[in-house]
């Protein structure tokens, strides 16, 4: 009897452990196969660049390799809820970005909840937006358009490319902290309200400075202010919009997200692979070509960065009342 219960026991404790060792080896040996990264919009855009960047530094670090996949469609909708709906395994990832935080309260009927469905693995950069407008309107600060807008209340038109995107809630949020009147015009995609801004048909936007400096440079555009905490290197002369409107801050951001649950070990391996990268003075300088700034951090760090900008941005989304196209 007592080499029979010891044996069961021997057994029972073998079979209470396997689940943790077939765990450990699993993330141990991570990845042994390819991992996709999956980006909710159409190749050769800033987006797709900068996972394709990150995707290639991972599959020379891990040795295996991490395949873009576009997922454009329901502004990144669809491929967020494809990594939702992923086994939390570590094989499928996501390109988080700043639309995902504005798609939280800007979509009344996802299918996912980001914020609970999505873990944080790593930030990559930060894209800082400049506040431009056509020369033809009498304000040359911050203060000037405030002015000037309150003096002629809905005459004032800000383009953006769409609704919902950050060019718009951006605008919105400087309406919002103003009690300025701009009346928002959308447009499919940034190039082409920049183009009208250039020819005067509106006045204001709120954009990427990778996209808008060759234009301020010729002088296209009067650049009043970015929209970072601090001045840019790139626009030395210009200050910030927060130097006149308290609390104002707003810029695109990237970051690799994974299912909820995924094991924390694999988390920690990428984390560490990606802030790895974002020490390399060529990814620097790549992604410093996309006009953005490195931003390594820990996954808390990176998922405190999601939750104050979802937070953010629903109060701007509700005030404004927009809604998705």
Known sequence: ???????????????????????????????????????????????????????????????????????????????????????????????????????????????FNFVRDIAPVASIGRTPLVMGVNPSVPARTVPELIAYAKANPGKINFGSGGNGTPSHVAGELFKMLTGTNLVHVPYRGTSPALTDLIAGHVQVMINNVSASIESIRAGKLRPLGVTTAMRLELLPD???????????????????????????????????????????????????DLGATALAGSPSEFGK?????????????????????
């Open 305 to 325: 960065l999601i939750a104050d900008e979802t937070e953010k941005w629903a109060k701007v989304v509700k005030f404004a009342g927009i809604r998705a196209e």
């Open 238 to 288: 210009v200050p910030t919009v927060a130097d006149f409107v308290s609390g104002y801050e707003a810029s695109g951001w990237q970051g690799i997200g994974a299912p909820t649950n995924t094991p924390r070990e694999v988390i920690a391996t990428l984390n560490d692979a990606i802030n790895a990268a974002l020490s390399d003075p060529k990814t620097k300088g790549r992604i410093a």
């Open 1 to 111: 009897m007592n080499l029979f219960r010891r044996r069961f026991l021997h057994l029972a404790a073998g079979a209470a452990a396997s689940p943790a060792v077939s765990r450990v080896a699993r993330t141990q040996s991570y990845p042994s196969r390819p991992v996709r990264v999956v980006v909710g919009f159409s190749a050769g855009g800033a987006q797709d660049i900068v996972a394709r960047l990150i995707g290639q530094w991972m599959s020379e670090r891990l040795g295996q390799p991490f395949i873009i996949e576009n997922r454009p469609g329901a502004a990144s909708n669809v491929a967020a809820e494809a990594v939702v709906r992923s086994p939390a395994d570590g094989y499928t990832l996501l390109l988080v970005g700043a639309t995902n935080a504005i798609n939280a309260t800007l979509y009344d009927k996802l299918n």
